[in-house]
């Protein structure tokens, strides 16, 4: 899927995709994990999304996403002044706890990055076709090392029920993804007929699925 695409849907605020509120996941299944040794968690294509907020709470929050309007809409919108500056290939955008690296993820070395304790994917995976999702995890799977968590949340339905983005990703996709780590199914629910941040989606099943996936 082409940049051009996400920038499309930023400058057009095609972004049903976003949540406007914190995701039930947190506080009912993965705050409990969180440890006092936990200092940074990294958010790949974070968008503009709230839960960064509930992180910020806990740790330091590294956040990439290639849009731009994003960067500038996730601390405009609270009007929180924020500072920006020049690592390149990255324009960072940051205040306190939050720092949001703009362009593209896969420019991201996990040296720039640095040492992080859980990786939060809540709408990255499900957000790429199948042609994209092997190199995504790749880059994720080497910033999972010993002692870091993923929370991974995906997203179930027919895929021949609706075309992507989102696109499904089941258990066997979960557990072929990460195939040689530990991977736990820790929560999920029931979103038939239900909205999923801000669409309603056509299909006769909609589930999502939150994962622990540690080395």
Not at 128 to 152: C, E, F, H, N, W
Request: contains cysteine; proline residues 6%; charged residues 25%.
């Amino acid at each position: 899927m082409e940049a051009s695409f996400w920038h499309n849907c930023w400058q057009k605020d095609s972004i049903g995709f976003h949540q406007d509120e914190l995701h039930p996941f947190l506080t009912q299944y993965i705050q409990p994990l969180i440890g006092a040794q936990d200092h940074k968690v990294f958010v790949p294509l974070c968008g503009k999304s709230l839960d960064m907020f509930f992180w910020a709470e806990h740790m330091q929050v590294d956040g990439c996403e290639l849009s731009e309007i994003a960067c500038r809409d996730f601390f405009e919108d609270h009007n929180i002044d924020y500072q920006t500056h020049l690592k390149p290939p990255f324009v960072c955008y940051s205040k306190d706890e939050i720092r949001l690296y703009q362009g593209d993820i896969f420019e991201l070395s996990p040296e720039m990055l640095g040492k992080v304790d859980w990786v939060y994917d809540r709408a990255a995976l499900i957000a790429l076709p199948k042609s994209l999702q092997l190199q995504y995890v790749d880059y994720i799977r080497s910033l999972v090392t010993t002692g870091v968590k993923l929370a991974l949340i995906t997203l179930e339905f027919p895929p021949e029920e609706l075309s992507g983005p989102p696109f499904p990703v089941f258990q066997a996709d979960v557990n072929h993804l990460f195939d040689g780590f530990n991977i736990e199914l820790i929560g999920e629910r029931e979103l038939t007929n239900k909205q999923f941040a801000r669409r309603t989606f056509d299909v006769s099943f909609l589930r999502e699925k939150l994962y622990l996936i540690t080395v």
